[in-house]
Structure formats: C-alpha cells, structure tokens
C-alpha cells in the first residue's frame, strides 16, 4: 500500500456525499469514488486537489496525477460540457505542474445555476476501489484548499 | 483491436453512429438504431457502464474520452 493522499476541495461550498450528485455516473462512482461540493453561488476560482501534473484540462473539468500515478477528477457542474466554455475562465494549462491549491479555473456558479444545471461539483479519485475513500466532511462546509478525503 | 475500434463495434459499427463527442468521463453519442448497441460489448472494450435514453447512448469511458473520441473520429471518416 502507498500512502495515503489528502485531496483538498477545490471550491467552497457544502460538502455532499457523492451519491447525491444529479448524474448517475458520478453518484454510482463508475470513474471512482470522491466527494461533492455545492458550491456558493457567484464568480468562484477551482484550485488543484492534489500536487501534480494536469493531464486533462476542459473548461468544466480538470484531471491532476500525482507523482504516484494517482489521478483526481474535478468535474465543475454537472452536464457543463454543454456551455462549451462560455463562463470559464482557464487559470492553467494542460501539462502544467502544479501545487496543491494552485488555481486552475475561474467560472460563475450563478450563470451555471441560471442556465438550469447543477453547479455541483464532483472530486473523484479515479478508478480507485470504491472503499479507498475516507472523506474528512461528509456534509457541512468546505474552503477551496481545506482537507476533503484521503485516498487510501 | 483497439480500444477505439472495440468502441465502434459495440456501438454497431461505423454506419450506425451519426455523432459522437467527449467530455470528461463519457463519450456522448447519437446512433441511428439503438437495439445494435452492445452494452456487454462496450463494457468489455473497457467502458465502465452505459447510460442510454433513446438513441442517445453516453459510454461511460474516464478522462480518456477525448483521446479515444478522437480515435473513433479517424476511424469514421
């Protein structure tokens, strides 16, 4: 066993479990576990989880893998990919190497929510077995940068 | 076969998708008949579930969907 990995949130907002997140996909965990966040509605800056490289970066989404090979999905809103960018802003670039609470993204929850999708926001521990997950806050509130699960 | 031909296949091959488009976990597809989509199939190319409503099938593939959207691409053309 590796050591464990703190993931940090990457928005503020209420902490959900990842079963009440409004798409099967991530609420059944089939990329893996995580956490949620429902963010506070208005202009908000995502940070990275985890340090590492950013192996994928969409406007609503981002991967880091760390050094280990571990790799952290977050999933900015839900269904988002259908705005095709219009209310993020990119803080990154895709190869970046980054610190834990690096800024990767800006978007506006408030436009998301108004545009009738969910600004929740999924952190998934990808492809892990659905027990490595231990969440530090399964509900209340989170800061971006403070402590969400560890992945075991 | 590759990943991305697997792909096609459980879709129903080639002339049966009429769009398909990434996002971060899932490629997104519309087919013209649904009843050739192989869930069985897709899951052994290695996607981890399915989703469909109608003739619009989401495969539910992780951050590779991109990389394997634009394999898919190549081979429709």
Redesign the interface.
Known sequence: MSEPLTVLAPIGGRALPLAEVPD??FA?A??GPGAAIEPDLGMSVAVSPVAGRI??L?P??Y?VVTESGR?V?V?LGIDT?ELKGAGFELLAAEGDEVAAGTPVITWDTAAVAAGGRSPICPVIA??APADAVRTFAESGRVEAGSELFAWQ | MGKAEDIVAGLGGADNIIEI?P????L?TDVRDASLVNDAALKKAGA??V?RAGAAI?V?V??EA?TLASDIEDLLE
């Open positions: 099967p996909v059944e089939m990329v192996v994928k969409h609503h989404a991967v790799g999905l999933h990919v990808l492809d | 488009e996002c971060a976990t899932r997104r981890h579930g989703m989401q539910i992780g951050p991109d």
